[in-house]
């Protein structure tokens, strides 16, 4: 689905999705889904695998109101992610936050947690547009500079579509949450220490071809950290 075919503005919660504690950390605005979606590079994916939980690093890539990822034909977690529903999660961490109790110590971040049923997509438009879509959110202008997968690697793909449909979000900013009694003691710093995701220079491969320059969709990354800072 296209991005401007998605006409929910809001989050609908259910038993799953609803947050049971620091309720008011939680968004509704869909928007806010979208941007944590879009700003992670990494999702966790847990699916239940030989009758236990296993939660497993990959990359994704979000379209409209489709979340797409992908991995080998043999993969285990792939193929017991479609037994079932699975949760997946992504996470941007924005600072650590100092208090002046142990207890009190925490994170500002931006979450997401999304419950769906994954679907295997079969067509081939949708397996390359998929693949499309993951690559370019990792590495956006990367697609059209590159070889296109061939049958051989198709073959042996696995692409999944997940509905966003069932989602949460969850966000913390600010200073410390201290108890008076320790505001009032003193002594002890307290603060954030923020934190944001930076690029360094890119290193080309060591069988580069002598004349290939770093390209400019590469380099957009680094001038982005740099714009950033």
Request: glycine letters at 8%.
């Amino acid at each position: 689905m296209s991005e401007t075919a998605s006409t929910r503005t809001l989050l609908s919660p259910t038993p799953r999705s609803s947050l049971t504690r620091a309720k008011e950390r939680g968004r509704t605005d869909r928007a806010e889904l979208d941007a944590v979606l879009d700003a992670g590079l990494i999702c966790h994916l847990g699916v239940v695998l030989h009758g236990a939980p296993v939660v497993i690093p990959t990359i994704y890539g979000r379209d409209g109101d489709t979340l797409y990822l992908h991995g080998s034909t043999g993969a285990g977690n792939l193929r017991a992610a479609m037994t079932g529903d699975v949760s997946l999660t992504v996470t941007e961490v924005n600072g650590i936050v100092y208090a002046r109790s142990a207890m009190h110590f925490s994170m500002n971040y931006r979450s997401a947690v999304i419950h769906a049923r994954p679907v295997e997509l079969t067509d081939p438009d949708e397996r390359m547009h998929a693949l499309r879509v993951i690559v370019e959110h990792a590495a956006p202008g990367a697609w059209d500079a590159v070889r296109s997968p061939n049958k051989k690697e198709m073959a042996a793909t696995m692409v999944l579509a997940l509905d966003l449909t069932e989602a949460s979000v969850k966000v913390r900013t600010g200073g410390p949450r201290d108890d008076a009694e320790d505001i009032a003691a003193g002594g002890v710093w307290a603060g954030v220490l923020p934190m944001r995701q930076v690029f360094d220079a890119p290193i080309s491969a060591e069988n580069l071809d002598a004349g290939v320059e770093v390209p400019q969709h590469v380099l957009a990354r680094v001038t982005e950290a740099v714009l950033a800072g």
